[in-house]
């Protein structure tokens, strides 16, 4: 079948909005496996609540993210690829004195100076199951609109440009070999309007109205390194500006394509829906993550859904039943019967009745050499903390780790996810295959806690833990009470564990060191003796009640 008459076909079910001139998009031809596989679930939310979160994902908790691509390449934190295009900001000044004018040097020529010569995926894998990661997840591509895989429908790839690597191939390989399940972070359904700044041009000084790359074609190619692909292909640019767009923070408010956005053709949606299955069919993710609002490109298109759909059903024809998990961001009520939510930096205040997850990083999203160079990075300690408390709410924790353009993480680094792995070893028990008991917790953080922000952006808002927060998780009938600091008096008083709450306990066992502990329950609670040493990591204590 044509490609032609394909996307002709699919895109008659997409909802368009607006007037934008059509990408170009490559003729191929199309096997079976590229439309929606055959199943239960259809592309609309009444079929997806039938979906189940797997038990291997409400079990595993934890999980690592390598939120690694050429923007990670200058060292100089996130969103480079549209900051470097922002005139008078840190990234634009950054850029004109590493590499030259944007309008001679784009971020395309970033891409090509990625070579990740020093990459190891394997030994990175290792570290990371080493610190107790269940589930591992790549990006595949981010809003700057590079695919990290083996792409079919996308020239701009890292096969063919950058270290000409099949990043997620190799991720892929190195995740099953350590027990971990695999996922993949998908971005790139923003580039329509994330990249216009690459539209723009200076407004003052010698290179004043002289546009930028992001105006270039195929043709401007002739002779440089870049000759036979289109920079448009790339940039997504070949369009009219959205509203505002001068405003360099529109972007935000208008993430769920509102707002006076540039709606993206329907040739844009139908490419980003063929590049997402091609993904999902030649990698076979245990996880989706989707950087959007809902699903990507929601409400302009139904390309999230047909995804979605598809996905599911592949997991019931290769596995009998529905083994994958999506996550996506503000989701409603019933949308989060249909998937996985995300929090972005951030947490609920709540025990949520479905499975949800908090994605973080130890620093900025992409790497970014000043934080190493002032050793301001999260501790283990605030990402322990994080962990516990997510857990004690029916959550996942999802923690990247910034890795250089070169494939490596820092000194710093290391020491921060060696120090995890150090504390799960101990504890790792009161945080797997647990559930959330009757109450997440209790402490003075509690009633500080802040509220959710958009996708989430509360973390580090409340008050800080002390020993006198605790949190609970439960694994048949053992309690898990985790002290988030070591009691200055040697004595801690849990006032949720009276008799009436919590049964006649037996036993109270210090995990991180094995000692038996000596409590007395009545109905204020049950009051408990601590040891007169501290054991190492002591910030989270974690005590086993039965």
Not at 110 to 117: F, N, Q, R, S
């Amino acid at each position: 079948m044509k490609r032609r008459s394909v996307i002709k076909k699919l895109s008659g079910i997409v909802p368009f909005i607006g007037m934008a001139q059509p990408l170009q998009v490559k003729a191929t031809n199309l096997s079976q496996k590229d439309s929606i596989g055959k199943g239960p679930f259809k592309p609309n939310w009444e079929s997806l609540q039938q979906y189940k979160v797997p038990s291997w994902y409400t079990d595993a908790k934890f999980g690592i993210w390598a939120h690694w691509g050429p923007q990670c390449q200058p060292e100089a934190g996130d969103w480079y690829a549209r900051e470097m295009y922002m005139e008078g900001t840190h990234k634009y000044k950054f850029h004109l004195e590493k590499y030259g004018h944007p309008s001679k040097f784009g971020f395309k020529d970033v891409i090509h100076e990625w070579k990740a010569e020093n990459w190891d995926p394997e030994a990175l894998m290792k570290l990371y199951k080493q610190a107790g990661a269940q589930y591992f997840v790549a990006l595949a591509n981010h809003h700057d609109n590079l695919d990290l895989y083996k792409s079919k429908y996308q020239s701009w790839n890292s096969l063919k440009v950058g270290p000409k690597r099949d990043i997620i191939g190799e991720w892929e390989k190195a995740a099953r070999k350590a027990g971990l399940y695999f996922g993949v972070s998908v971005h790139a359904a923003h580039a329509w309007s994330w990249f216009e700044t690459a539209q723009r041009s200076d407004t003052f000084g010698p290179y004043k109205g002289i546009p930028y790359d992001g105006k270039l074609s195929v043709k401007d190619g002739k002779g440089k390194w870049w000759q036979g692909l289109d920079p448009q292909e790339l940039y997504s640019q070949n369009h009219p500006l959205s509203v505002n767009s001068l405003d360099n923070g529109q972007i935000h408010k208008q993430w769920n394509w509102g707002n006076g956005v540039s709606v993206p053709s329907k040739a844009y949606c139908e490419k980003f829906f063929l590049r997402t299955i091609d993904l999902i069919d030649n990698y076979s993710p245990d996880l989706v993550y989707f950087d959007d609002t809902v699903l990507p490109l929601w409400p302009i298109s139904d390309a999230g859904l047909r995804i979605a759909a598809h996905l599911y059903n592949k997991s019931i024809h290769e596995k009998g039943s529905v083994q994958t998990v999506i996550n996506g961001k503000i989701l409603d009520e019933k949308q989060r019967q249909c998937m996985v939510w995300d929090i972005e930096r951030g947490q609920s205040n709540t025990i949520e009745p479905f499975s949800w997850q908090t994605d973080t990083c130890i620093g900025g999203w992409h790497y970014d050499r000043s934080l190493y160079e002032r050793h301001g990075y999260k501790s283990a300690r605030t990402v322990i903390h994080t962990l516990i408390d997510v857990v004690s709410k029916n959550g996942n924790l999802l923690l990247s780790i910034p890795i250089r353009g070169d494939g490596t993480i820092d000194s710093d680094e290391r020491a921060i996810v060696e120090e995890i792995g150090q504390w799960m070893q101990k504890n790792s028990e009161s945080i797997y295959q647990t559930k959330p008991w009757k109450i997440f917790g209790e402490g003075p953080a509690m009633d500080k806690a802040a509220p959710l922000n958009a996708q989430g952006f509360n973390e580090g808002k409340g008050k800080p833990f002390t020993s006198e927060d605790v949190r609970f998780a439960i694994k048949g009938d053992i309690l898990y009470a985790t002290l988030l600091g070591w009691p200055q008096t040697g004595k801690v008083s849990i006032k949720s564990l009276t008799p009436s709450a919590f049964r006649q306990i037996q036993k109270i066992t210090l995990i991180g060191t094995g000692e038996e502990l000596v409590f007395e329950q009545n109905q204020d609670g049950t009051h408990i003796t601590f040891p007169e040493s501290k054991p190492d990591l002591s910030y989270a204590n974690v005590l086993k009640i039965s």
